[in-house]
C-alpha cells in the first residue's frame, strides 16, 4: 500500500499529459476566410445559418515554457503576491505533482494547465504589449468560439497536424450565457450567439464570469459536438482545459470616429492605449 500511495500521484501526472505532442516554439496555423454553418457544427443538422468568419492565426496551445517566460517577466515587475496569482492553480494534481509540474523542464514543452480564463488573458496582455513597440498594431488574444470551430474545420479538412480538440479543452473569449437553452419543439436552439462578449470587472457576480470553453478532452468526449454547455468560472483553473492565442492586426482609426471594434474594447479592459 505504501507503494502505490507513492505511485499514484506520479501515474495521475503522466496519464494527465499522455499523447501531447511536444511544441518548443509558439506555432500558429493560418486560417483562410470561410463560409460555415456553426450549427451544423455544434451538432443541429436541421439549421440552416451560413456565417463569415475572416481569415485570422491561432497558435497552438501555450506550452509551459512559454507560460514560465510570462512568469519570469512579471516576477520582475510586479509583486510577489500578484506573481503567485498567476500561477497554475491545484487542479492540476497533488501538491507533489504540482511542485513537480512547475520546477522540472521534462513538462515545459507540453500545453499549459490549471491557468485560470484571467490568467489566460493576462498572458495575452503581456505579449501584446511585449511584440508592439511605438504603438500597437498587433493584438494577442483568446479565439473566437467560431474562430475555433473554422480552425477545427479547415484543419481537420485540409489534413494537417493539429492539437485542437485532442487531450486539452480551449478558453475561448466569449461569455457564457442561457441563451442556447431556448429550444423549439424539435430540441434545437432558437437563438444561439457564438460570440457574445462581455469583459467581466473582479468586483462582478460570479455569474457574470462564466466563459465558454470548446473542444475535446481526456476528461471528456462529445461527438461533433465541439462546445461545453456547462459554466466554466473566469477565476478558476482546470486540470484539461489549456488555451491559445489568434494573432489580430489592428486597424488605425481616425480619433473623430467612435471605434466600437473589439480590439478597442479589450485594449480598453487591459489599460493599453493605442499610441
Known amino acids: 500500500m505504501r507503494i502505490l500511495t507513492r505511485i499514484l500521484p506520479l501515474l495521475f501526472f503522466v496519464l494527465l499529459f499522455a499523447g501531447t505532442t511536444a511544441s518548443a516554439q509558439q506555432i500558429f496555423y493560418s486560417i483562410p476566410k470561410q463560409e460555415l454553418n456553426l450549427y451544423k457544427m455544434i451538432g443541429n443538422e436541421n ?8 481569415e485570422f492565426e491561432i497558435s497552438k496551445q ?19 503576491a500578484f506573481y503567485r496569482t498567476q500561477l497554475p492553480d491545484t487542479s492540476i494534481g497533488t501538491k507533489a505533482v504540482r511542485e513537480k509540474y512547475l520546477n522540472e523542464k521534462q513538462y515545459e514543452d507540453f500545453p499549459v494547465l490549471g491557468i485560470s480564463w484571467d490568467n489566460a488573458m493576462n498572458y495575452c496582455k503581456w505579449k501584446t504589449i511585449k511584440e508592439n513597440k511605438d504603438s500597437i498594431r498587433i493584438i494577442y488574444r483568446l479565439p473566437h468560439c467560431s474562430e475555433w470551430l473554422s480552425a477545427h474545420y479547415y484543419l481537420e479538412n485540409t489534413k494537417q497536424k493539429h492539437d485542437l480538440n485532442k487531450n486539452y479543452s480551449d478558453w475561448t473569449l466569449a461569455t457564457y450565457d442561457e441563451s442556447f437553452f431556448l429550444f423549439n419543439k424539435a430540441n434545437e436552439p432558437i437563438n444561439f450567439f457564438f460570440d457574445h462578449f462581455y469583459f467581466h470587472s473582479s468586483n462582478d457576480a460570479r455569474v457574470l464570469k462564466r466563459k465558454r470553453v470548446m473542444g475535446n478532452n481526456f476528461f471528456y468526449q462529445q461527438d461533433k459536438k465541439f462546445m461545453d454547455f456547462a459554466s466554466f468560472y473566469a477565476n478558476d483553473g482546470y486540470k484539461y482545459i489549456g488555451f491559445r492565442c489568434v494573432k489580430e492586426q489592428v486597424k488605425s ?5 467612435n471605434d466600437k471594434s473589439l480590439s478597442t474594447s479589450l485594449l480598453n479592459y487591459w489599460g493599453i492605449k493605442r499610441k
Open 47 to 54: 439549421k440552416k445559418s451560413i456565417q463569415t468568419i475572416k
Open 62 to 80: 501555450v506550452t509551459l515554457k512559454e507560460y514560465k517566460e510570462y512568469l519570469a517577466a512579471i516576477k520582475k515587475d510586479s509583486s510577489e
Open 253 to 257: 482609426v481616425p480619433k473623430e470616429l
